[in-house]
Nanobody, 116 residues
Framework: EVQLQASGGGLVHAGGSLRLSCAVS????????IGWFRQAPGKEREGVSC????????FVAAEVNQRFSMSSDKSKNTVYLQMNRLLPEDTAVYYC?????????WGQGTQVTVSS
């Protein structure tokens, strides 16, 4: 069974930091692109970042790439999203996703709330 266990969300003041973790099990880590998406109330889900586990290449959306970074620990089958200088508009449920052609898996989401 594939599982993506996201954690690390919470309530933080604007300007603060959080690190989200996504522990992946039940799949071959190196075969997948692992990503973070977020969905704010009343808005569509949007991509935030992704990493190709095999070579560690990362992509971070332009609107957050000066504040967010993504990394992975292959020994733990875990990816991380480091979020710095958080803004109220970063408030959303953050979802972990693993995908490769014909396979797409989602985690349960973790709430990030940034107060002004």
């Amino acid at each position: 069974e594939v599982q993506l266990q996201a954690s690390g969300g919470g309530l933080v003041h604007a300007g603060g930091s959080l690190r989200l973790s996504c522990a992946v099990s039940g799949l071959i880590f190196d075969e997948y692109a692992i990503g973070w998406f977020r969905q704010a109330p009343g808005k569509e889900r949007e991509g935030v970042s992704c990493i190709t586990s095999r070579d560690g290449r990362t992509f971070v959306a332009a609107e957050v790439n000066q504040r967010f970074s993504m990394s992975s620990d292959k020994s733990k089958n875990t990816v991380y999203l480091q979020m710095n200088r958080l803004l109220p508009e970063d408030t959303a449920v953050y979802y972990c996703n693993a995908q490769k052609p014909y396979n797409n898996y989602w985690g349960q989401g973790t709430q990030v709330t940034v107060s002004s």
